[in-house]
């Protein structure tokens, strides 16, 4: 074999996208009792759509479903999350990562399986090159004496969005803060308890730590990682043999 018959170039042998997943935009309701709904208004082109529903003084599962523009959305594992003692509350999280509508605005909807609870909830989209997948998922944070509570949410390197929707028994948004290079999207003020929904800044593949400061007092909470899945196959260099044009060979490729 010639050298003139080998032709080199390094490269993924798959689609030879980035991950890209990206935050997009949050919207939130007014707070009710019944069931909520409420326009989204996409800045890029949604592959992925995260609602969070907080419940306060509750202590059964009262959401039955979330819709975005119609499309029914996943609840995630371990939602919901519910602390049934001390200032009792429940945290819901659902998620869609393939087939998100594109409609400028959607419209969100919670239906609820039980009235008279107040509920406050947190849309988020995600732009992306591809379809989006759930990464990590953590529903750990649950307790009567939390001091600022926080989980590790597992990246396993891949790129990923972040972020954590939980409920206090702290009395007024101005007894919780965000952890560093974390952003408030919402805290809305139940009375004697918040809730709150909150978005990390950086889109990266390293763990995050996700929570929220406070002093002793309930804590419930999901959080979450999204990235786009795992290409399938990987990086190599791609060895042509006699390709076509060379030698009037018709070429094979070989992956090494």
Request: hydrophobic share 40%.
């Amino acid at each position: 074999m010639c050298a003139g018959d080998v032709a080199g170039f390094d490269g993924f042998l798959t689609n030879g996208r980035d991950m890209t997943v990206a935050f997009d935009v949050f919207s939130n309701p007014t707070a009710g009792t019944g069931d909520l709904s409420w326009s989204h208004n996409p800045v890029g082109t949604p592959r992925g759509i995260l609602v969070w529903v907080v419940a306060n003084v509750s202590t059964e599962d009262n959401v039955t479903g979330v819709t975005y523009d119609g499309d029914a959305l996943t609840e995630v594992s371990g939602s919901p999350n519910i602390h049934a003692t001390g200032e009792t509350g429940g945290v819901y999280c659902f998620f869609r990562g393939v087939s998100v509508s594109t409609a400028d605005p959607a419209t969100v909807v919670m239906t609820s399986g039980l009235s008279g609870i107040v509920r406050q909830a947190g849309a988020v989209t995600l732009t992306a090159a591809d379809d989006l997948e759930i990464v990590d998922v953590d529903a750990t944070i649950n307790g009567d004496t939390e001091v600022n509570p926080s989980v590790v949410l597992s990246l396993s390197s891949r790129t990923s969005f972040a972020g954590i929707g939980f409920h206090s028994g702290r009395q007024g948004p101005a007894n919780i803060t965000p952890l560093t290079n974390w952003t408030d999207q919402e805290e809305f003020d139940f009375g004697a308890q918040v809730a709150g929904f909150y978005t990390f800044d950086t889109i990266g593949s390293s763990d995050v730590t996700a929570g929220w400061t406070q002093g002793s007092d309930d804590a419930t909470a999901i959080a979450i990682a999204i990235s786009e899945p795992v290409p399938v196959g990987g990086g190599g260099r791609l060895l042509l043999i006699n390709p076509p044009g060379l030698d009037g060979g018709f070429g094979s490729g070989l992956s090494q």
